[in-house]
């Protein structure tokens, strides 16, 4: 099955809200004939534009082919929520790869965060940032070690935007009984991924990237100037960054052992009036929760919820994505029970075993960032500026985040998925229990 096509008309963005308010470009050009750049930059995400655009503003000629639309995958797609930190945590990355690594991971996310603000404000990227996320625990057992958290990284990591939360202070600022603390961190926040996607493709157009649309990659053959080729071209380039994530599919079968697709589903409900929005969240900060299977939740700039819960681990997206994803939102909030939805859709991520990005130099021309394992506003775009930096002959933030282990998954590519659900199903149960 073909994660490209399988859920998705070719060259048209999903049926989501964020598509619906997108202020969207004129579709970019099929790539057609033989082409030549320093640089070929695969997949039109977070990965992807940043990467072209970061190089073209260091004077790289730059092309950058997607398959369907720029932001048509995770990153128009998302939760839109921009988190400082690693997606794994820095107690659990120090018994990983020790202190003074864990250490220079948590200054790499904090950049993450600088660099997705500084881009906003350089590229007038209109995308409603709003400061703010809340991590909920849905159980009273966890918020003593959630609080531990919030004081080590005060204390230990000089973090000062982050504090906790009790029970009542929970309840206060999310409408819910389904949670007993937990923590507010304003260094992060939310945005509209899409228009924040398409903010990052008009800055890499400007720069002077030749961005092309509807056309799909078929194979990479490396050398010294590697081949790229797709149904109506080739791309000579002395370089190539690979930003596919979720979607690499058979591109690269190395990256294929360590990086898995999954599937993630949200919801967007009508509009609210005021006070029903306020009473849901009270201060519209982003909010996730510490379910393994997670849920993650927040308001639109219209005052619609956006609720994001359910994981599918095969190719095809479910037949009724509303009623997945209605079961955790309703659980979550049982007074949104009479409330129209009138969106849903679903995405494909890339996670790895770790949890944390994959860097990968598949040869020494080849680069590719992905495995954001849910984690990939902030960080994704982060890859795309170090990936650049890499190729321009800077690479020690580069080899950092590709010394960080990353192990294939149990039976590679064809094993990897029962046993991930058997893994996934299990980490479920306990969720309920």
Not at 174 to 195: A, K, T
Not at 204 to 222: L, P, Y
Not at 345 to 366: A, K, Y
Request: proline share 3%.
């Amino acid at each position: 099955m073909d994660l490209l096509t399988i859920n998705d008309r070719p060259g048209e963005y999903s049926a989501s809200y964020y598509a619906a308010t997108a202020q969207h470009l004129s579709e970019f050009p099929t790539a057609t004939g033989e082409i030549s750049c320093d640089v070929c930059v695969i997949g039109g995400g977070y990965t992807g534009l940043s990467t072209a655009l970061h190089l073209a503003e260091r004077g790289f000629d730059v092309a950058l082919l997607d398959a369907h639309r720029v932001g048509w995958g995770a990153s128009g797609r998302n939760g839109g929520q921009v988190g400082v930190g690693q997606r794994v945590d820095q107690d659990a990355l120090e018994k990983m790869v020790g202190a003074n690594k864990a250490r220079a991971l948590w200054d790499l996310s904090l950049a993450s965060m600088s660099l997705v603000k500084h881009l906003i404000s350089k590229h007038k990227i209109d995308c409603g940032f709003t400061a703010g996320i809340i991590e909920a625990d849905h159980r009273k057992r966890d918020v003593v070690a959630s609080h531990d958290y919030v004081e080590r990284l005060q204390n230990a990591y000089g973090y000062k935007d982050i504090r906790a939360l009790d029970q009542d202070e929970m309840r206060r600022l999310v409408g819910s009984d389904g949670y007993f603390g937990g923590s507010l961190d304003m260094g992060s926040g939310h945005l509209h991924p899409l228009n924040y996607a398409l903010g990052l493709a008009r800055a890499a157009r400007e720069a002077g990237v030749r961005i092309f649309e509807n056309s799909r990659v078929i194979t990479i053959s490396a050398g010294s100037k590697p081949l790229v080729r797709t149904e109506c071209a080739q791309i000579k380039a002395d370089f190539v960054a690979l930003g596919c994530n979720g979607y690499l599919g058979g591109l690269e079968k190395t990256l294929g052992r360590k990086m898995m697709p999954i599937n993630n589903y949200i919801v967007a409900t009508e509009q609210l009036d005021v006070a029903t929005a306020e009473n849901l969240i009270r201060k519209n900060h982003a909010v996730a929760d510490s379910r393994f299977v997670i849920n993650y939740f927040r308001l639109s700039k219209d005052r619609r919820m956006l609720f994001g819960g359910g994981e599918s681990y095969g190719y095809r997206f479910p037949s009724d994505i509303k009623k997945l994803v209605l079961k955790p939102m309703l659980k979550v909030y049982p007074q949104l029970k009479d409330v129209k939805i009138d969106y849903a859709w679903g995405g494909t991520l890339g996670i790895t075993m770790s949890r944390m990005p994959v860097f990968e130099r598949v040869s020494v021309n080849i680069l590719s960032a992905g495995g954001f394992s849910g984690h990939g506003v902030a960080m994704a775009t982060l890859a795309g500026e170090i990936m650049a930096e890499t190729i321009a002959g800077t690479a020690a933030r580069f080899d950092l985040m590709a010394s960080v282990p990353t192990p294939s998954f149990p039976g590679g590519v064809r094993l990897r998925w029962p046993l991930l659900v058997l893994a996934m199903t299990w980490y479920s149960l306990r969720d309920r229990f």
